[in-house]
Nanobody
Framework: VQLVESGGGLVQPGGSLRLSCAAS????????MYWARQVPGKEREFVAG????????NYADSVKGRFTISRDNAKNTVYLQMNNLNPEDTAVYYC????????WGQGTQVTVSS
């Protein structure tokens, strides 16, 4: 199993970013996918999840209405569109898949600062 995140960077408050997670080594279309984030010194926290065919999504209260999770099963990729970012969204963002056990990508840094 391999999960590779990309799309992070530095953005001003109110800005947007789109994260991608390219997956391989398992049946992506049959697997629920998640995004999580972590700030140094704090536990990793759930951000969003999406069902295997994308019909069901759920979000942390802190990102509802601003973030959108989606997936393209033809490309084995899950996305996180992040709008109206604020400094509290600064974190390393991770992609997660539960395939027998939990797998994480290496993470991508998102920094929201003026």
């Amino acid at each position: 199993v391999q999960l590779v995140e990309s799309g992070g960077g530095l953005v001003q408050p109110g800005g947007s970013l789109r994260l991608s997670c390219a997956a391989s080594g398992f049946t992506f279309s049959g697997t629920v996918m998640y995004w999580a984030r972590q700030v140094p010194g704090k536990e990793r926290e759930f951000v969003a999840g999406i069902s295997n065919v994308g019909g069901n999504t759920n979000y942390a209260d802190s990102v509802k209405g601003r973030f959108t999770i989606s997936r393209d099963n033809a490309k084995n990729t899950v996305y996180l569109q992040m709008n109206n970012l604020n400094p509290e969204d600064t974190a390393v963002y991770y992609c997660r898949a539960d395939v027998g056990r939990t797998y994480w990508g290496q993470g991508t840094q998102v920094t929201v600062s003026s």
